[in-house]
């Protein structure tokens, strides 16, 4: 039986993905000794046995040429109180370092000084998918703080340690 497929609006899309909530990231590298960022909702786990991340990067994005030419990423997962980080990271200003503290992970890899927690993955794998780069990676080192993490939903921000449990 022959089907049609037809795609989804965007504005059906937008819908769906308001829906969603995920954590707040900030994915890092470093090219030539200077860090390069941008803000990524679009990362997960893959595997605790190998130790295994993926992160999901658009190609026009300005970091994208530092991450393909890349060794390692970090994963910066802010904090409750770095609302301001993620928006500076959100934008394609050519500094979003400038006057952040940060310290450097496995392989000279930026970490933002703050965050809720952090990792830094070495790069086995790049896989394209049309207008995204998705990156694989094993993770070598990780950082954990004592804020809570902060949370994306429907265009805001949240306290990611409010969440109320369900009975």
């Known amino acids: 039986m022959p089907t049609t497929e037809t795609a989804p609006s965007a504005e059906d899309l937008k819908r769906v993905h308001r829906s969603f909530v995920t954590g707040v990231t900030i994915v890092t590298t470093s090219t030539g000794g200077a860090p390069r960022g941008l803000a990524v909702n679009a990362f997960c786990s893959v595997s605790l046995d190998p130790p295994l991340v993926l992160v999901c990067v658009q190609k026009t994005s300005s ?49 933002i000084d703050g965050c ?3 990792l830094v993955a070495r790069i086995g794998e790049r896989l394209e998918a049309e ?10 080192q990780v950082e954990h703080g004592a804020a809570a993490p902060m949370v994306y939903s429907a265009g805001g921000f949240y306290d990611g340690g409010r969440l109320a449990p369900l009975e």
């Open 116 to 118: 809720s927690s952090a």
């Open 131 to 140: 207008t995204h780069t998705i990156f694989m990676g094993r993770v070598v």
């Open 63 to 111: 970091t994208y040429p530092s991450l393909f030419a890349a060794t390692h990423f970090g994963v910066n997962i802010l904090s409750v109180d770095q609302s301001g980080v993620a928006r500076r990271f959100a934008t394609k200003s050519a500094d979003k370092f400038s006057g952040l503290a940060w310290h450097e992970g496995e392989a000279g890899t930026p970490l």
